[in-house]
């Protein structure tokens, strides 16, 4: 057990390396820690008497080693599995030759596209961002939770950073985490103010707090490399060459920043003369698309423009909200949930933890669930899984317009808060039966409409002012009725919260595949999970985009020739990270595109 967390871990975990390697070496060197994940699987706290830390170093040894498969192993070369970056390239090209970028969307997909572009002096780029500054979106989003005045383009969706920037920050990617892509990534954001913990553990987050200082050092790098960004910008329309139908420039509506000491901006982003804004049209070389997957205006617009869109699986469910004390217990058992501390007294308290002479060193406890076999009462097993679970979380609004109720989770750095929040989702596929209505009616579009129906049935259970239904689980599965002799359930969502029939919500494939998951699947693998305490909260739609922007595979482009496409909202992350590393890959390939065939 690391009872001081994990500071100078590779002087705590030398004994351990002496041990294990015995006499099969004739000396030690150094000692670097590769990663590092807490295991409280119950089969583990079985064998060991409790959770353990699992620890991967490199160790320089002399000699030869006596190796021990899964103990003491050779190490590999590892390979990339992240096609490998191209360096900028280098080019002679005078001020007046240079190709002018722009990039929309300042989500991670966005932002590192424009962190690799704004280097090249060979280019001209600009970031549009249709939202604000991290630091007058922070002021919007408390307009929202105090007062319940909702900020379209500035919210919880919108705005610098994208839809991450106010979740858990999370950093954990199904692409590789030794892959050069992501390991950029991870190093930059270091560079940028992360602690240099997230190189290390196994499941690495940034939390809001620490995402906002971060995104304020890239937004300034981006402008001292001779980058633009310009905020309150939102693209409404694609102009394009009437010979060859190709991109040659944007319609955007300008709109003031919140931003307190913004840089004077080029014509045509000054709107020093216009302060209540303007609609200008912008002329460029390329464009990369790199919004999220709540800016449903962009596919329309997509659309409308003959860009070609295809249909997508997506997830819907809700969100799951325990107290964060019984899942340290779930996790970690009696004893060893005793060990996490927060520093909050409440949340510390109500764990029964923190008191004098307790030792902490234990994270607080998350969880992961996943089954391919939840039954959805047609004969079709669907998957069903956890997904953005924010330990030490809250649930915050994370819808855009009046009238539609989603909900997300978030966490600060510290995850001391006394709840513990997750999605809980079931798949819906491309050609889905559920889907069927919605696709007839809409096309391409059902995803979307259907998302978009789910969200307004949300908003009539709570009955408006951004209220969200909840349920418990337990009424959930049995199909009944709130008890009106029991009192309403504690909720971290802080625009108020109605007791609803969520049950009556969803298709019935979905509410039959989530009671299967609830009752007869995750139950065995965390005790407790399905319990009065569990408390649903509707609803969530937004966990990945139901449309894809197909692209060329070589050259990133869409249908459109000069319209590069990035990140979640088209359809190719599902993350910060993949979001982050395919950002700064498209405009890398961007670069190449536009230079095709000039040489140094």
Sequence with gaps: MLDGGIDNLSDIIRPEVLKVLGSSSKGVGSVDVVRYSFDSRRKVRQERGGPVWNIVADVEVEGKVREKRGKVERRPKIKSKTTSLPPPLSLSIPPSSRKSIVVVGSGPAGIFAALYLSRLPHLTTTLLERGQPVESRGRDIGGLIHRGSMVPDSNFAFGEGGA????????????????????????????????????????????????????????????????????????????????????????????????????????????????????????????????????????????????????????????????????????????????????????????????????????????RLATDRAEDGSGKARGAYSFCMCPGGQIVPAGTVDGNVVVNGMSFSKRDSRFANAAVVVNVDPDDELLKPWVEKHGVMGGVKFQEDMERRAAEMGGGNFTVPVQRMTDFVSRTCPSPSVPPPRSSYRLGVKECRLDTLYPPQITAALTDAFQNIFPSRMPGFLSSSGVLHGVETRTSSPIRVPRDPKTMESSLPGLFVAGEGAGYAGGIVSAAVDGWRVGSICEEVLFEGEGA
């Design 164 to 367: 991450g920037t106010w979740s858990d920050g999370k950093l954990t990617t199904r692409i590789g985490r030794n892959s050069e892509g992501v390991r950029n990534v991870l190093e930059r954001l270091v560079g940028y103010g992360a602690d240099e913990s997230i190189l290390l553990n196994g499941a690495p987050h940034l939390g809001t707090d620490n995402l906002v200082r971060i995104l304020k050092r890239m937004r300034s790098d981006i402008r001292s490399n001779g980058g633009t960004v310009v905020f309150g910008a939102k693209v409404t329309d694609l102009v394009t060459s009437p010979t060859d139908r190709r991109l040659t420039g944007l319609t955007v509506s300008l709109t003031r920043s919140g931003e307190r000491h913004p840089p004077a901006l080029p014509p045509p982003f000054d709107l020093s003369s216009c302060p209540s804004g303007k609609v200008v049209n912008i002329t460029c070389d390329a464009a990369i698309l790199a919004t999220g997957h709540s800016a449903r205006d962009v596919y329309s617009l997509l659309l409308s423009s003959n860009v070609t869109l295809a249909p997508k699986g997506f997830a819907v469910g809700f969100r799951v909200e325990h107290p964060q004390s019984l899942v340290n217990r779930w996790q970690y058992g009696e004893e060893w949930a005793l060990r996490v501390v927060t520093g909050k007294g409440g949340t510390d308290g109500e764990n029964g933890s923190g008191g004098e002479g307790q030792r902490g060193g234990v994270p607080v406890a998350a969880y």
